[in-house]
């Protein structure tokens, strides 16, 4: 993995290591990863991290939302759970929604992508 790291700009390497993308993925995972960003041109490079990029824009800007219904709700509401119940349903469904679009962009481009987690919370 080192002398393919050298290899690449360290910019990229920085964005690779930074990457909630990558979060917790082992060695093996981001050798892989770095591979195959590597084999990308550089423009579809640069669309890739374009794309990665709005994805988490949007993220960003659906839970900035999540909190403001949150607050919102418990402002009428006398009892604060439903609020915050409604709050943990909305925020695994979009996590779900995330996972989803950051596997097909990745698909998109050829990049390694993580195996969906099973109910006993193994790698599959």
């Keep these: 993995m080192p002398r393919l790291l050298s290899l690449l700009p360290l910019g990229l390497v920085l964005s690779v290591a930074a990457a909630p993308a990558l979060a917790g993925r082992g060695p093996a ?11 990308l041109t550089g423009s579809d490079r640069r669309t890739y991290f374009n794309d990665l990029r709005a994805l988490e824009r949007r993220r960003s800007m659906r839970r900035q939302a999540d ?12 009892q604060g759970n439903s609020c915050v119940q409604e709050q943990q349903r ?27 987690r099973t109910p006993d919370r193994q790698w599959r």
């Design 29 to 39: 995972f981001l050798e892989r990863e770095a591979e195959a960003l590597a084999k």
């Design 67 to 78: 909190l403001s219904r949150l607050e919102a709700c418990l402002s009428v509401r006398s």
């Design 90 to 116: 909305q925020a695994v469904a979009q996590r779900m929604q995330w996972k989803q679009e950051l596997r097909a962009l990745r698909e998109r481009y050829n990049l390694p992508v993580m195996h969906q």
